[in-house]
Structure formats: structure tokens, C-alpha cells
């Protein structure tokens, strides 16, 4: 008798768990297609400001990698080559902006980073052979990255 009340009691822990993990994953799941999860991964972006993007190695950094490369897709490999010069990282107000541009071209090849990081939102900002074009993970605008466009 004593070892059917442990089965059953096994059973009914079991069965929570297994309940309270398939609740969890479907939370998750919800937004495959998102960049954001749940716990944003780009919070570490906060402690940065004054620093230089290559001396803390930010373009080999995963989760600034996995945002950076989804958002602008086949310009990625153009940016970081073309990333020679920088300016150092600033963070105010939870907005992360970080410039870089090609060496001996700036004026026509330059590029701006920003990161809402109370909103969790990524904009990229490039201007490649004097041609601008901005990227939102949401479409959505930037302030500070239309402010660089209007000035480039």
C-alpha cells in the first residue's frame, strides 16, 4: 500500500511539472520570428559607455552579433568590414549609440548603431558610397538615428 501512494505521488509531481514546462515553452515560443526574448539579451550594452567597440571585441559578442546580422542581413559582412574607424561607445537615458566609418572615406561610408534598451529595439543606420539606408527591428524610428542621416 505504501509503495502506491509513492507511484501516486510521483505521478502527481510529475504531471505538475511536466504541466508547469509545456506552459513555460509555449510562452516562449510565441514570437519565433521576434528577436526579442523574453529576457533581453542586449542589457550588458548599459555598461559600456566611453568604452571603444573593438577594444571589448562588440562585433564578436553573440547576442550583439545575432541582432546586428538579422537586421541588416548581407550588409553585415560590408559593415564590419568597412568598420575601421570608431568613435567611443555613448549610453545615455537607456539609448546605446555607437559610431564607426571606413578609413580615408567617412564622409561616404559611415555607420551608426543604436539600441533602445528600455524598448529593446535595434536600429542600424548605413551610408555606404554616400547612399543612406536605416533598419529598425520594428519599423519603427529613431530619434538619434535620423538626427545622423539628416547630418550625413
Given at each position: 500500500?505504501?509503495?502506491?501512494?509513492?507511484?501516486?505521488?510521483?505521478?502527481?509531481?510529475?504531471s505538475s511539472i511536466t504541466l508547469t514546462f509545456c506552459k513555460h515553452s509555449d510562452k516562449t515560443?510565441?514570437?519565433?520570428k521576434s528577436l526579442k526574448p523574453t529576457l533581453f539579451d542586449l542589457e550588458f550594452l548599459?555598461?559600456?559607455?566611453?568604452?571603444?567597440?573593438?577594444?571589448?571585441?562588440l562585433f564578436e559578442n553573440k547576442a550583439f552579433k545575432k541582432h546586428l546580422k538579422k537586421l541588416i542581413d548581407i550588409q553585415?559582412?560590408?559593415?564590419?568590414?568597412?568598420w575601421n574607424l570608431e568613435t567611443p561607445i555613448e549610453v545615455n537615458n537607456n539609448i546605446?549609440?555607437?559610431?564607426?566609418?571606413?578609413?580615408?572615406?567617412c564622409?561616404?561610408?559611415?555607420?551608426?548603431?543604436?539600441?533602445?534598451?528600455?524598448?529593446?529595439i535595434m536600429y542600424v543606420g548605413i551610408k555606404k558610397?554616400?547612399?543612406?539606408?536605416i533598419y529598425s527591428e520594428d519599423g519603427s524610428k529613431s530619434q538619434r538615428i535620423y538626427e545622423w542621416a539628416k547630418n550625413n
Amino acid at each position: 500500500m505504501k509503495l502506491n501512494t509513492y507511484i501516486i505521488t510521483f505521478l502527481i509531481l510529475f504531471s505538475s511539472i511536466t504541466l508547469t514546462f509545456c506552459k513555460h515553452s509555449d510562452k516562449t515560443n510565441t514570437n519565433n520570428k521576434s528577436l526579442k526574448p523574453t529576457l533581453f539579451d542586449l542589457e550588458f550594452l548599459n555598461h559600456l559607455n566611453g568604452k571603444s567597440p573593438t577594444e571589448i571585441k562588440l562585433f564578436e559578442n553573440k547576442a550583439f552579433k545575432k541582432h546586428l546580422k538579422k537586421l541588416i542581413d548581407i550588409q553585415y559582412n560590408f559593415l564590419i568590414e568597412a568598420w575601421n574607424l570608431e568613435t567611443p561607445i555613448e549610453v545615455n537615458n537607456n539609448i546605446f549609440v555607437s559610431e564607426g566609418c571606413q578609413i580615408h572615406t567617412c564622409d561616404y561610408t559611415n555607420f551608426i548603431i543604436v539600441v533602445d534598451l528600455t524598448k529593446h529595439i535595434m536600429y542600424v543606420g548605413i551610408k555606404k558610397e554616400g547612399n543612406i539606408k536605416i533598419y529598425s527591428e520594428d519599423g519603427s524610428k529613431s530619434q538619434r538615428i535620423y538626427e545622423w542621416a539628416k547630418n550625413n
